[in-house]
């Protein structure tokens, strides 16, 4: 029978983790701060604005919201982030991307501290991941992979984990965080040959490839681990993965539910890295 990996459990024991860890810094009189910059008026920001306002006051870490006008222009926008990256009060920046066409994404997000870069954004934040150091953060999806996957208990150790998707947002740097846990790690993409085979022979399953329902039962195999990070419309406007969920649950030994699994645990995780980068000063 396949094991289901809600995401609520997860975020429930990273919550209580993390309130604690709150808590802690509040005696020393350090209140973790997110700064939320936004530019324009992008319903999907909104709404992980929302909740990840939600999850912070859960949580008991301060935010403070900087929305900025959808003409707003590059050299404004770079002066908000040069005062968020001097404020002492705030520990870590969300800026929502992608960012209206008058700005060059390059220069906007290396503009940014990778001290307060709790979203892995900027070079220096990767470079980070890819060194396996603690400068700046891990983008906040690929780390949720890897918390699903500890909270779990799924042994990493020498395994082989197929991460199909090789974006910077999830397949390169869950590649990256997956080596630094002594898996045997294959970055398959579309190009990829024979790419079910390779799919079939992992241990471990990592999708982030943004097509609904793409892995079908080619793709998979008894026992498998599958972490689905898409999350898609489909025809009938309800939401989705990247893996066919009704036949991986015949076949696989656990996967994560669309929705209700990998993008629950992302708010908990950005949360998360606001507290580390406080607990860091």
């Known amino acids: 029978m396949t094991t289901v990996f809600k995401g609520a ?126 400068t700046g953060f891990p983008p906040c999806t690929a780390r ?26 999830v397949g390169k740097p869950v590649a990256m965080m997956l080596l630094a846990k002594n898996a045997t790690v294959t970055i398959a993409h579309s190009k990829t040959v024979d790419l079910a085979d390779v799919c079939r022979a992992a241990d471990i399953l990592i999708v982030a490839v943004g097509r609904a329902n793409m892995v079908s039962e080619k793709y998979l195999a008894p026992q498998q681990v599958i972490i689905d990070v898409g999350i898609n419309v489909n025809e009938d406007g309800k939401l989705v993965g990247d893996v066919n969920f009704a036949d991986a649950e015949k076949i696989v030994g656990a996967i994560t539910p669309v929705p209700g699994g990998v993008g629950t645990v992302t708010t908990s995780v950005l949360v998360k890295h606001v507290i580390e980068a406080a607990e860091r000063i």
Do not use: W
């Open 9 to 134: 459990e997860v975020t429930a024991e990273l919550n209580a983790n993390l309130q604690q860890r709150t808590e802690a810094l509040k005696v020393k009189n350090i209140n973790p701060t997110l700064a939320i910059v936004r530019v324009g008026d992008r319903e999907d920001d909104i709404s992980y604005e929302r909740g990840a306002t939600k999850r912070c006051e859960t949580i008991g870490v301060d935010v403070k919201k900087i929305v900025l006008d959808a003409t707003t222009t590059q050299d404004e926008l770079l002066a908000v982030i040069e005062n968020v990256n001097k404020d002492s009060s705030i520990h870590g920046v969300l800026l929502f991307r992608p960012l209206p066409k008058q700005f060059d994404d390059n220069i906007i997000r290396n503009a940014l501290s990778p001290a307060k870069d709790i979203d892995g954004i900027s070079d220096a934040s990767l470079v980070g991941v890819f060194a396996d150091i603690t």
């Open 144 to 169: 949720a992979c890897m918390e699903i996957l500890e909270h779990f208990k799924v042994d990493l150790v020498g395994k082989n984990v197929v991460v199909l998707g090789r974006s910077l947002v």
